[in-house]
């Protein structure tokens, strides 16, 4: 009996912990590692955006028409082309996995060195750095003019402690830095089970 619910207690904990790792995966890992490295961001921060901005849908695409997986404006996206010297914007390059991580690390590499604080950088993330930097110079929102001591759009304020609350998440999770290396066990096991999983749901529609 006792050795019948040992077992039964490791299928649930193990299906909670695949359930936690679909929560909050890790995906598109390459490009994640390689732009992070590049714009010298902290990849759980690029994860945890990524998935309060699309829910790594590279298709997601917002009321206001921002595109793919880190949810880019074709007005940032025309100007990340120019800087970064990237030949024929298009809108719908937009949905590319790489095009868009690579845009969005530098967008927010350039928000982090502007304001010196993730959560500002996050904010003007999601509401314009124009925005961000009224707040900052008015006396209802901030009273040293560097941070900000609330945040009048709620929206922003929900996106802000959304973020922040994926990001604390991914860094407990995935506490070793062997999460982010290159074919580890893991990602082949998550990987097959997310497409077991995906096979059910098809069949139940």
């Known amino acids: 009996m006792k050795g019948k619910l040992l077992i039964s207690l490791l299928i649930i904990i193990s299906l909670?912990?695949?359930?936690?790792f679909n929560l909050y995966p890790i995906i598109y890992k390459d490009h994640i590692m390689e732009y992070s490295n590049q714009y010298e961001l902290d990849p759980y921060l690029v994860l945890a955006v990524i998935k309060v901005e699309s829910n790594f849908d590279k298709d997601a695409r917002s009321k206001k028409d921002a595109k793919g997986?880190?949810?880019?404006?074709?007005?940032t996206g025309k100007w990340a082309f120019e800087s970064l010297s990237l030949d024929?914007?298009?809108?719908?390059?937009?949905?590319?996995?790489?095009?868009?991580?690579?845009?969005?690390?530098?967008?927010l590499n350039k928000l982090i060195r502007q304001f010196d604080s993730i959560d500002l950088a996050l904010a003007s993330y999601n509401?314009?750095?124009g925005n961000v930097e009224g707040w900052l110079k008015d006396k209802a929102y901030s009273d040293d003019g560097t941070s900000l001591e609330r945040i009048p759009f709620n929206e922003t304020k929900e996106y802000v402690d959304k973020v922040n609350k994926s990001y604390t998440l991914y860094k407990k999770i995935y506490r070793k830095e062997y999460f982010l290396t290159e074919n580890n066990i893991l990602d082949k096991t998550i990987f097959k089970?997310?497409?077991?999983a995906?096979?059910?749901?098809?069949?139940?529609?």
Do not use: C, H
């Open 16 to 20: 909670l912990i695949v359930l936690l």
């Open 69 to 75: 997986l880190m949810q880019i404006s074709n007005q």
């Open 88 to 107: 024929n914007f298009t809108p719908t390059r937009l949905y590319d996995p790489k095009t868009n991580i690579r845009i969005g690390t530098w967008y």
């Open 127 to 129: 509401a314009g750095s």
């Open 193 to 196: 089970l997310r497409e077991r």
């Open 198 to 205: 995906t096979k059910y749901i098809r069949k139940l529609r």
